[in-house]
C-alpha cells in the first residue's frame, strides 16, 4: 500500500492534479493523442484508491453514515482538483457523487477506476479533435 501511495504522490508531483490545465495540455503535446492514456489510467487509478477505497471506507469504518462519507470524500477529490471555475467545480462534485454511489452499491474500487480512466482519458482526447493540442 505504500508503493502505491508512493507511486500516486509521484504522478501528482509530476503531472500536476489537474488534467486540464493549460501548462499540461502544453506537456502532452509531445504525448500524442494515445500517450495520455496512461496518464488517464494513473490519475484514475490514485484518485479513486485515495477518495473511495481510503477515505469513503474510513469515514464508514469510523462510524460515519454512507452519505456523509460519500460527500466528504467527493468534496476532497473535488478541492483536489484545483481553482477551476465553479461550473466545473459542481460537474466534479456530481460525477465524483456518482462515483461514489457506483462504489457505495457494488463495493467494487476496480468498477469506478475503470469508469474514472474512461473519463479521465475522453476528457484529455477531446483537444485533438477540437484542434488544440
Given at each position: 500500500?505504500?508503493?502505491?501511495?508512493?507511486?500516486?504522490?509521484?504522478?501528482?508531483?509530476?503531472?500536476?492534479?489537474?488534467?486540464?490545465a493549460g501548462w499540461q495540455y502544453a506537456q502532452m503535446r509531445g504525448l500524442g493523442r494515445w500517450g495520455v492514456i496512461p496518464i488517464a489510467l494513473s490519475a484514475g487509478?490514485?484518485?479513486?484508491?485515495?477518495?473511495?477505497?481510503?477515505?469513503?471506507?474510513?469515514?464508514?469504518?469510523?462510524?460515519?453514515?454512507?452519505?456523509?462519507?460519500?460527500?466528504?470524500?467527493?468534496?476532497?477529490?473535488?478541492?483536489?482538483?484545483?481553482?477551476?471555475?465553479?461550473?466545473?467545480?459542481?460537474?466534479?462534485?456530481?460525477?465524483?457523487?456518482?462515483?461514489?454511489?457506483?462504489?457505495?452499491?457494488?463495493?467494487?474500487?476496480?468498477?469506478?477506476?475503470?469508469?474514472?480512466?474512461?473519463?479521465?482519458?475522453?476528457?484529455?482526447?477531446?483537444?485533438?479533435?477540437?484542434?488544440?493540442?
Amino acid at each position: 500500500m505504500a508503493l502505491l501511495a508512493a507511486y500516486c504522490v509521484g504522478l501528482i508531483l509530476f503531472f500536476g492534479s489537474q488534467p486540464l490545465a493549460g501548462w499540461q495540455y502544453a506537456q502532452m503535446r509531445g504525448l500524442g493523442r494515445w500517450g495520455v492514456i496512461p496518464i488517464a489510467l494513473s490519475a484514475g487509478f490514485c484518485e479513486e484508491l485515495i477518495y473511495r477505497g481510503y477515505m469513503m471506507t474510513a469515514l464508514k469504518r469510523a462510524g460515519h453514515p454512507v452519505w456523509l462519507a460519500m460527500v466528504l470524500s467527493t468534496l476532497s477529490f473535488v478541492l483536489f482538483l484545483g481553482i477551476l471555475p465553479l461550473p466545473f467545480l459542481v460537474a466534479g462534485f456530481i460525477i465524483g457523487m456518482i462515483w461514489a454511489a457506483i462504489y457505495q452499491k457494488f463495493s467494487i474500487l476496480w468498477i469506478t477506476i475503470y469508469i474514472h480512466a474512461f473519463w479521465d482519458a475522453t476528457v484529455m482526447l477531446i483537444p485533438w479533435g477540437a484542434g488544440e493540442p
